[in-house]
Nanobody
Framework: VQLQASGGGLVQAGGSLRLSCAVS??????MGWYRQAQGKQRELVAI???????TYADSVKGRFTISRDNANGTLYLHMNSLKPEDTAIYYC?????????WGQGTLVTVSS
């Protein structure tokens, strides 16, 4: 399983970014995005769970949207109204049965 995340960068507060994750695997039990800010633990941002549940962290509800292109398997995270506290390395994640796979991470920096 290969996960390749991209789309991070520097953005001003209130701005938007779209993260993408190319996923080599079409069969999964969960797929989503996590993030890790400097000095903090990795935390869930948004995740699809089979058979069809979508979960968002409270801190991003109403601002972030997770989506997936079923044709090519790309996972997206649309981030709007970004805040400085959204600054982190964002990781795409896939779970098959009990095995977790992680992408290499993409850095999002939100300036105030």
């Amino acid at each position: 399983v290969q996960l390749q995340a991209s789309g991070g960068g520097l953005v001003q507060a209130g701005g938007s970014l779209r993260l993408s994750c190319a996923v080599s695997e079409r069969f999964f039990s969960a797929m989503g995005w996590y993030r890790q800010a400097q000095g903090k633990q990795r935390e869930l941002v948004a995740i699809f769970t089979i058979p069809g549940t979508t979960t968002y962290a409270d801190s991003v509800k109403g601002r972030f949207t997770i989506s997936r292109d079923n044709a090519n398997g790309t996972l997206y995270l649309h981030m709007n109204s970004l805040k400085p506290e959204d600054t982190a390395i964002y990781y795409c994640h896939l779970r098959q049965s009990s095995t977790n796979y992680w992408g290499q991470g993409t850095l999002v920096t939100v300036s105030s």
